[in-house]
């Protein structure tokens, strides 16, 4: 009996028709397994992932070997936006057994959720040296009936491995000057300085380690850092990573030169690379950051925003091609053929010239994927404007990716963060409305009266699951960057409660280092530590910012405490491996700037509060806070004891207990907090 259908996770009930008996994963699939003596099937994937549905299609589905599953094994399915903490785990076994990884994930345990054979995909039939699904399965049931002893003895040593697997936690003392020079150095070195970006194919978009060096310049000056961020994100914005006609970005590119994606579009990647765009406007004035972060706030409303208010978790890579077949990229690339059925021979020759579109083509089958190549050709503004509604309006026609609608408390965290500060930027209340939409799901359905956090929620049911460090962390980051650009102080409050909870459940005591599951949550094989960063912030980093900041806003002494303990392991990762700890670089860019503590005291209506809040939420001290309000409102801790100056509303800026001279006047506030820590 397949038990998935009363699931809350898309990828899952997109196996609930499955003829295999899946289980979610349970302490009543281990019984199960206990109960029959068989060995578990652990399958891991998502739902945009292209060959979890390949192998899906090809295995799954397929009534031979769901037969032989079904007889020889427990199958237990795991969606790994659902559960990071299982795909956490049991990836770190594939990657030290196999050295690599990815998803489908495909693992063999003991009924006592001990590993003992790994992979990937496998195909129906054996190819390209692997072996086929079927060959698998049948060795590993071979194994479990004729070599238990082996098998029981292999699934020991590996669990025992990676019991064993401590993790440094670096240095007790902070991050400074050297390690952030560091960093720099290390990721000039890795820089591809003719096409942007870092490393070789396939690659991804950098946004942590952009915010890094957006940082480190305002800090610093340095333009080899700038320059950096401005070059990476311009080739990425002008690429096919970049959606040129509805916005938003694709989950990487598969090529060196941000031409050909992989099509899936996630929220995480939308909602960092939005913010990342905005505060590359914020420092350079660019139009073209302007355009590309308030495009993908727009993406993000009009295509993830969900029923409930809160924002969908990807849009998939593949849809139908209008034949019935499911394929990548198929809603995304065009023809020449395709725009002159659209366009008309004369507009479809100007938009295959600015777009790139050519007859050979840059994807498969002669389709292109629209880029904005750089060329002398000036296009006219109006013709351009025109083309791009007529092919929007055509692919609109087209059969959509599909989207799943699953809510993950962490990645509407980053929304949060990104719609509130571009709305803000760029005087859009809707999409601070928007933020505050997703922000109020967040409070009403995934915390509790405990204020702890549910990981996911679907069609306005908060899942099972409970939330781990990254889901605390960024929704403190939202919440934090919505009381900065609303002044509700309520915002802040529920990011103390989350906070706490930080404090409580998920740091060691005595080294100050992170956990990604709390201390209370189901324990499985090891428990699951990581500060590297990989699509998204680290919980570790993400968290050591959202303390930093909190303690900012209210001179709470343990959050800054835990917000130093936790920066440890960036003094001894970020020389090393900077790409892989760029937000923990960020943080520790605030640190060393103090952060600032930034006050703004005036009514709301007066137009001189609105220059002065203005000045504040543009200034570019790394990680700096911002307060606004009424003297003595009691919503902010920092306006406390700060009144007008001379009946004038007026900003006061502090940090590491030493205040600046209040000022009245929005250019010098602006000066202040775009100066250079020295």
């Known amino acids: 009996m397949n038990r998935l259908a009363d699931e809350t996770s898309p990828y899952l009930l997109q196996h609930a028709d499955n003829p295999v008996d899946w289980w979610p994963w349970s302490a009543e699939a281990f019984d199960e397994a206990r109960r029959s003596n068989r060995p578990v099937l652990l399958s891991v994937g998502y739902s945009a992932c292209h060959w979890c549905h390949v192998m899906a299609h090809e295995s799954f589905e397929d009534e031979a070997t769901a037969a032989y599953l079904n007889e ?13 903490d299982v795909d956490a785990v049991y990836m770190e076994a594939v990657q030290a057994a196999t050295g690599q990884g990815g998803w489908p994930m495909t693992v063999f345990l003991t009924p006592d959720a001990e590993p003992f054979y790994f ?25 479990w009936t004729e070599r238990r002893d082996e098998v029981a003895e292999v699934a020991g040593k590996i669990t025992r491995d990676l019991a064993e697997r401590e993790m440094s936690f670096g240095d007790s003392r902070v991050p400074g000057e050297e390690e952030l020079a560091g960093a720099l150095l290390g990721l000039t070195r890795d820089y591809d300085a003719a096409r942007g970006g870092f490393g070789g194919a396939p690659k991804f978009p950098p946004s942590m380690v952009i915010e890094f060096l957006l940082r480190h310049h305002a800090r610093t000056g340095s333009e080899g850092a700038l320059q950096m961020a401005v ?29 050909v994606p992989h099509f899936e579009k996630m929220l995480y990647d939308n909602a960092l690379l939005c913010r990342v765009y905005a505060h590359l406007w914020r420092a350079t004035g660019s139009e073209l950051a302007r355009r590309v972060a308030l495009e993908t706030a727009d993406f993000m409303v009009r295509e993830l925003r969900t029923a409930e208010g809160g924002f969908a978790s990807a849009l998939d890579a593949d849809s139908d091609d209008g034949t019935g077949r499911h394929v990548e990229g198929a809603y995304y690339v065009w023809t020449p053929a395709q725009l ?59 059969p959509a990716p599909g989207r799943d609608d699953k809510v993950v408390a962490a990645w509407n965290g980053l929304a949060v963060a990104a719609l509130a500060e571009t709305g803000a930027y760029f005087d859009r209340p809707d999409l601070v409305e928007a933020a505050i939409g997703a922000a109020d799901l967040l409070v009403r359905l995934h915390m509790d009266d ?18 781990v460090l990254e889901d605390y962390a960024d929704v403190a980051e939202g919440f934090l960057a919505l009381a900065s650009v609303t002044g509700e102080g309520v915002w802040l409050e529920f990011a103390g409660f989350l906070l706490d909870h930080v404090l409580a459940q998920f740091t060691d005591a005595e080294s100050g280092a992170l956990y990604d599951t709390a201390a209370d949550a189901e324990r499985l094989i090891r428990r699951p530590q990581d500060p590297t960063d990989n699509a998204t912030p680290s919980g570790w980093s993400a968290a050591a910012g959202a303390l930093l900041s909190y303690a900012a806003q209210t001179g709470a002494e343990p959050h800054r405490t835990a917000a130093e303990r936790a920066l440890g392991v960036v003094k001894a990762l970020g020389p090393r491996a900077p790409r892989f700890i760029g937000w923990g670089l960020a943080v520790a860019e605030a640190l060393l700037d103090g952060p600032r503590e930034v006050a703004v005291v005036g009514e709301g209506g007066d137009p001189a509060t609105t220059a002065l809040r203005r000045a504040a939420l543009l200034g570019t001290a790394p990680g700096a806070v911002v307060a606004v309000g009424v003297p003595e409102s009691g919503e902010l801790p920092l306006l406390s004891g700060r009144p007008l100056v001379d009946g004038k509303p007026a900003a006061y800026v502090c940090r590491n207990f030493v205040c600046d001279v209040p000022t009245t006047d929005p250019d010098r506030l602006r000066a202040v907090l775009n100066g250079r820590n020295a």
């Open 450 to 467: 405990r204020a702890r956090l549910a990981r996911t929620s679907k069609d306005g049911r908060a899942g099972a699951h409970a939330g």
């Open 231 to 259: 070059d990476t994100c311009e080739r990425m914005a002008r690429g096919g990573l970049y959606d040129q006609l509805g916005g938003g970005f694709a989950r990487y590119s598969v090529d060196r030169d941000w031409v």
């Open 72 to 84: 020889h094994f427990v199958s237990v399915k795991v969606d790994r936006e659902e559960r990071p």
């Open 340 to 398: 002159r059925e659209v366009l008309g021979d004369a507009d479809a020759g100007f938009a295959a010239r600015y777009f790139g579109v050519t007859e050979e083509g840059t994807f498969e089958e002669g389709a292109s994927v629209l880029q904005l190549p750089q060329q002398e050709e000036v296009f006219d503004a109006g013709r351009l404007a025109s083309v791009r509604e007529r092919l929007l309006a055509a692919r609109d026609g087209r």
């Open 119 to 143: 992979g990937t995909y496998f195909p129906p039939e054996p190819r390209h040296g692997m072996a086929s699904f079927r060959q698998v399965l049948e060795g590993v049931a071979s194994a």
